[in-house]
């Protein structure tokens, strides 16, 4: 079984900066990818970020320019640094965890507040 344990998240004015984490433990697996999602109030989730065992990256438009997702030295901690956050950037974040096995893995999530 796979541990995701998110933290960063908090409350920021339009324009700060956050960064998460996402910590990952247990039966890791020939990982494939780990990425952000979120999902804001009376929404469906949505895709923020990903980096693949490679360290290519991709982004939402929403986010791209702002956002960087990264692994340091491919170790089994990702991060999420956040810049000129904007109130629709309030959600709550979820990491995720995709194996090569297509097994999907998610954390608890870290509520990010924007406020305007």
């Known amino acids: 079984q796979v541990q995701l344990v998110e933290s960063g998240g908090g409350l920021v004015q339009a324009g700060g900066s956050l960064r998460l984490s996402c910590a990952a433990s247990?039966?890791?697996?020939?990982?494939?990818?780990m990425g952000w999602y979120r999902q804001a109030p009376g929404k469906q989730r949505e895709f923020v970020a990903r980096?693949?065992?490679?360290?290519?990256?991709n982004y939402a438009d929403s986010v791209k320019g702002r956002f960087t997702i990264s692994r340091p030295q491919a170790k089994n901690t990702m991060y999420l640094q956040m810049n000129n956050l904007k109130p629709e950037d309030t959600a709550v974040y979820y990491c995720?965890?995709?194996?090569?096995?297509?097994?999907?893995?998610w954390g608890q999530g870290t509520q990010v507040t924007v406020s305007s």
């Open positions: 995720n965890l995709l194996n090569a096995y297509a097994t999907d893995y």
């Open positions: 247990g039966s890791i697996f020939a990982l494939n990818a």
């Open positions: 980096i693949t065992h490679s360290g290519s990256t």
